[in-house]
């Protein structure tokens, strides 16, 4: 990520209402770092292609203001702006070639043919694509017609690249293929992004930042190694990976530690991130991989008898579900790694967890 922390676009108190009552965003205040790969991650609905659309041009605020560099664009028109996009339908002319695609966006800012026949060539060897400039786009594989969507967002240098789930057609190998490619272009050219998605490992692939969107507003903000390891609430934690969960009250709170204990009758030792005072609900939060088999005396203050029900294999891993204080659908994750026990359906084992690993939040 770029050291600037520069504020290259600004969303201030920004809102959207399509019909005057519901909110698709609600008081947006964001910044855009100058060279920063930064990601809107949410579920369908929850305001990400809005507030894309907005920053576009495509769509207008309500109320508040976008910056850009320090100034309001909220009435400057989307060519104005001169911002790449990419979208997951590709919008390349049909009739156009390859060479054609790119070439257009030059066109239209006047710049001179022998300069755009060079900016062409150098924009199909980023994205691997040199000796396609004669094919049309019908000619072309799904990622390769991607990849011509994205030289096209960068071929005229723009300030800011936008784009919306550019992958969202594409195969699972390809797309994870894909998802390295733009991330090393964007680190080779230092370009701004604004990257919109719903699945959290493209999020987590990609990001320098991601904001996570719920119901129009932004739940946190954060790196992606914060956003998953260090949730500050319940539906960051959920949307985010995977998260085994239990339901209880605060039974005492010692500085950023509580305990708790759980509707199935055991007491937990947490870590206190998001809770009310003693006597209130919360819900604790702990991720698969957090949890430690048969771990050794002293090690873990939350240590429980586990019963194996149901053993899935993934290859470079064994994802184990079992029940445990009361819950049946307890996962953890065994590494396929040459010492890992060999686990059995109906086997009793310890399993444990450290405090700090185990996060209570509010009830949602």
């Known amino acids: 990520m770029s050291q600037n922390n520069e504020a290259l676009v600004q969303f201030i108190g920004v809102e959207k209402t399509y019909d005057g009552e519901v909110l698709a965003v609600k008081n947006l205040n964001l910044e855009i770092h100058r060279g920063e790969f ?24 309500t109320h508040g203001d976008i910056l850009l560099k320090g100034k309001s664009i909220t009435k400057v028109p989307p060519p104005k702006r001169n911002f790449g996009m990419v979208f997951q339908d590709y919008a390349l002319f049909p009739h156009m070639t390859v060479q054609e695609n790119l070439a257009f966006p030059l066109t239209a800012r006047k710049v001179p ?72 272009i964007h680190e080779h050219l230092g370009v701004t992004v604004l990257y919109v998605t719903h699945d959290q490992i493209e ?34 934690a959920d949307f985010i990976g995977k998260n085994n969960r239990f339901a209880g009250n605060v039974l005492e709170i010692n500085r950023s530690n509580c305990k708790v204990e759980i509707d199935g009758g055991a007491t937990v030792e947490a ?34 008898e586990a019963r194996v029900e149901e053993l899935i294999y993934l290859g470079d891993h064994i994802r184990a579900r079992v029940s445990v204080c ?11 790694t040459g010492n890992a026990p060999r686990l059995e359906v109906g086997q009793t084992i310890n399993i444990g967890w450290q405090s700090q690993d185990c996060r209570a939040l509010e009830v949602p």
């Open 326 to 336: 009361g819950n049946d659908e307890f996962v953890i994750t065994v590494p396929r």
């Open 271 to 304: 870590l206190a991130v998001k809770v009310g005072g003693v006597g209130s609900r919360t819900l604790l939060s702990l991720r698969p991989e957090s949890v430690v088999l048969d771990p050794p005396d002293g090690l873990c203050p939350n240590r429980f």
């Open 113 to 184: 043919k022998a300069e755009i026949e060079k900016k062409v060539a150098r924009a199909l060897e980023m994205v691997r694509l040199a000796g396609y400039q004669t094919r049309r786009p019908n000619q072309l594989s799904g990622g390769q017609q991607q990849r011509v969507a994205l030289a096209r967002a960068l071929v005229f240098e723009p300030q800011l690249v936008l784009m919306d789930e550019p992958l969202g057609a594409l195969d699972k190998q390809l797309r994870e293929q894909m998802q390295l490619e733009i991330k090393h």
């Open 38 to 61: 930064l990601t809107l991650l949410g579920p369908s609905g929850s305001g990400k292609t809005t507030t894309l659309l907005m920053l576009a041009g495509f769509e207008t605020t």
């Open 203 to 236: 999020a987590l692939t990609m990001s320098d930042r991601i904001a996570v969107l719920h119901q129009g507003e932004i739940q946190q903000l954060a790196t992606p190694t914060k956003l998953y390891e260090e949730p500050e609430n319940s539906f960051v």
